[in-house]
């Protein structure tokens, strides 16, 4: 194989909201022939493909690619190197191809590992991305919490099962955003408690979807509710402004 004629382009559909999707990001889906949608093993349909589907043509090809959750490196690269094959065999047919994401594609993504197998065998393949809201930015925005101000910092973790590089972020001072707290809850919110910090977190449950809430301090929450799962983003602001 000497070349691929075909394109990929990695396009952010935002956190939930069709609506929140960019002008160019569904300009890029309603031309694909081809999109790749990720999808946790045992779920429904993969959110992204809901939120991205009233933004694609009609008879557009749809291939979901189906992701395992270890945390194991090797483990995971066997399954993008799987999905890379499917998606370079697409490229070599010339086909234009979409690959979808919640929130941004280079933002904890699977976009990421996707890339990374696709460039890791020749022949290079062409390369896109259409960046997305990301969740964080969704979340500040629906609970009204200025991210970033002045010289302050601002800290994305990815979720909460290392306490210790919370208690780092939080001593950089600004804020820090941690995505999927869901399990981790109950133990974040005694490292909060002891820094006097319960009633300046705001957490935001799913941002842009059915069942989209606030909840600000966490004093009277309780942590194992309903409601407060890996789609929620806490906002931590350590120091009043």
Known sequence: ????????????VGPGD?????????????????VFAPKAPGSGESLALAIARPHMRSGAEVAVLEYGMSTAAEERAAIWRKHAATVVAALAEGKNAVYITIGDPLLYSTFTYLVREI?????????????????????????????????????????CDDQDLLARALDLGGVVAVM?????????????????????????????????????????????EPGVGNMSILLIDPEPI
């Open 1 to 12: 194989m000497s070349g691929m004629s075909g394109v990929l382009t990695g396009v952010g």
């Open 18 to 34: 069709p609506e929140l999707m960019t002008l160019r990001g569904a300009r890029t889906l309603r031309e694909a022939d081809i």
């Open 119 to 159: 460039e890791a065998a020749p022949p290079a393949a062409k390369i896109r991305t259409v960046p997305g809201i990301d969740s964080v930015s969704a979340a500040a925005a629906l609970a009204g919490v200025p991210l970033g101000e002045g010289e302050r910092p601002v800290t994305i973790l990815p979720g």
């Open 180 to 224: 999927k707290i869901g399990k981790t809850l109950p133990g974040v919110a005694a490292l909060l408690d002891g820094r006097g910090l319960l009633e300046r977190a705001v957490i935001a449950a799913r941002v842009g979807l059915d069942g989209e809430r606030i909840v600000r301090g966490l004093s009277a929450l309780d942590a194992h």
